[in-house]
């Protein structure tokens, strides 16, 4: 094959920087490098942050005029429209996996337990914010109330919403699920959680960014290991894209 | 050995830069490339910059890059740039219209992806955190930054700094003994760099990370809210860009083979006297 001169001269003199950089950018191996920099950055955050320290609390003054919804903005399943037409009378969240007593919540039920309200930034991994008040479950008085195993280092998020043959699912360690102001939210801004913003229940995850806050929750799993969840990454951002699985950056 | 010539005289070498200071800046050249590439391509996620703590679609963004159907357009505050070929709408190498912000030529990668980028940009973070605090212990250790950096008497005086910013204008650069040793606008800028582009950098970038907003609430603070903090970061890219620029245009007019050669081996040969 001929080279054009012109095609060589745009190979030697524009090119090469950005040629190197793509080509890098999709080995295997150089990305493997690149993946190294996230348990860098984790250990560090995990390292200067106390296990407990809570994301900043506003005050109702700072609430963003629109709470802007992203990703799915309503589930295409019948039976999630089913459930919305009920007011999600008869959604149930099941908590599962590695706890001594499997649980079945209803809407009601969970409505009515101990709640915390958080006037928190919403950091999406795009790059906008958006400040919101929250109200919801606190993460772990789930966990304890199904009695999670001693063996759980994750918590996994199983969600209603379909990203082409799959199911959204994210995941946390126990260090985030246990973290106080992790709440599984029903309602935003004084009201019950509207679709967009992940009805009738989504994840709180105040020190990550927008991605690992799982909308349309109805399964929780404690598990052990994420290898067998979905790709192995953790969750479907993580496995589709690459994203990172600690997203507090 | 030349190296032992009379003092002063043009054509003498002199050691101008030491090899923390070469190999600091020889890499800062190829993270600062890869930092601001890939900057560019996370801000293509969302290319749109507020001021304040939040900021998303249905808030005012103070400076938007975009495009309509024909156009691509730039809109700082009220005034709207149109940049069609460059930002907002141009061609990729295929030859297909994008309406993505910067151009695939500008980002690391070329094609969008946010999740390459933030690999690349979180990676050589660190890199440059590293670097810039491995270089500045060794800076307070030799006494690099007084002795080298700092203005000396008299450089700070009005007259002096006109009289270097006119030669600086016409390109009128030091020789001789003079040009051993850093200028004072040299000194200036670089200070700049050090002590508020980079620092600015490192602190407005880890304000962006909720987890740090939760370890240490003062750093979000320092930038009034992490939007602000956000246009903090891009700004001073921006500058830094700036700064590159400038850099290599006065290495360009001060003898680029007699700079590149000091920044490599170390050894720089004191430029002739002007007849």
């Known amino acids: 094959m001929r080279l054009s001169r012109r095609r060589l001269i745009g190979s030697l003199a524009a090119a090469p920087l950005l040629t190197a950089c793509d080509r890098l950018t999709y080995s295997e191996g150089f990305r493997e490098g690149l993946r190294a920099a996230e348990g860098l950055t984790m250990r560090a955050q995990r390292l200067v942050m106390d296990r407990g320290a809570l994301a900043r609390e506003f005050g109702a003054a700072d609430i963003s005029p629109v709470f802007r919804s992203n990703g799915t903005r309503r589930p295409g399943s019948q039976s999630y429209a ?12 099941a908590v599962g996996g590695l706890v001594a007593r499997p649980l079945s919540l209803s809407m009601a039920q969970i409505r009515g337990l101990p709640a915390r309200t958080q006037i928190t ?9 958006a400040i919101g008040r929250w109200t919801g479950v606190p993460l772990r ?3 304890e109330g199904a009695g999670v195993s001693t063996r759980a280092r994750y918590i996994v998020f199983h969600c209603a919403d379909d990203y082409g043959p799959v199911r959204y699912y994210e995941s946390i360690d126990m260090v985030d699920a246990l973290h106080p102001q992790t709440i599984l939210a029903w309602a935003l801004n004084g009201a019950l959680l509207p679709i967009e913003n992940g009805a009738p229940l989504r994840l709180r995850v105040e020190r990550q960014l927008g991605y690992k806050h799982a909308k349309y929750v109805e399964r929780i799993e404690a598990v052990a290991g994420l290898a067998a969840i979905g790709g192995g990454r953790g969750g479907y951002w993580e496995d589709s894209n690459d994203y990172e699985w600690y997203a507090g950056i | 050995m030349m190296r032992d010539a009379a003092a002063g005289m043009a054509g003498e070498w002199r050691l101008r830069h030491r090899w923390p200071t070469r190999i600091w800046h020889w890499a800062n050249a190829v993270i600062v490339i890869v930092m601001l590439m890939s900057g560019l391509m996370i801000f293509n996620a969302h290319p749109r910059l507020y001021w304040g703590q939040y900021g998303a679609n249905a808030d005012h963004a103070w400076l938007e890059i975009g495009s309509t159907p024909t156009q691509g357009i730039l809109r700082i505050g009220d005034v709207m740039v149109p940049t069609t070929g460059v930002l907002g709408r141009w061609t990729d190498g295929d030859g297909m219209v994008q309406t993505r912000a910067f151009p695939g030529w500008a980002t690391i990668p070329t094609r969008y992806s946010l999740s390459a980028a933030r690999r690349w940009h979180l990676a050589f973070a660190w890199a440059f955190a590293i670097g810039g605090a491995a270089y500045a212990a060794w800076c307070m250790a030799r006494g690099h930054l007084s002795r080298d950096l ?6 700070l005086a009005p007259g002096h700094l006109w009289a270097e910013i006119t030669a600086h204008a016409r390109l009128r650069l030091a020789k001789g003994e003079a040009a051993a040793r850093y200028n004072i606008l040299q000194k200036l800028s670089y200070l700049a760099v050090l002590f508020g582009l980079l620092p600015a950098m490192l602190l407005s970038g880890l304000a962006m990370s909720p987890a740090m907003d939760a370890a240490w609430p003062w750093l979000v603070d320092l930038f009034a809210g992490r939007q602000s903090a956000r246009s903090v970061h891009f700004i001073c890219a921006m500058l830094i860009l700036a700064f590159v620029l400038v850099h290599l245009a006065m290495v360009a007019a001060a003898g680029p083979v007699r ?17």
């Open chain 1, 82 to 93: 089913d459930h919305a037409a009920r007011g999600f009378a008869d959604w149930r969240l």
């Open chain 1, 121 to 129: 930034r919403h950091d999406c991994v795009e790059g906008w914010s």
């Open chain 1, 141 to 143: 008085l789930l966990l």
């Open chain 2, 150 to 155: 700092l203005p000396r008497r008299g450089e």
């Open chain 2, 259 to 275: 700079e590149l050669r000091a920044m490599i081996g170390g050894w720089y040969r004191l430029p002739e006297e002007r007849a």
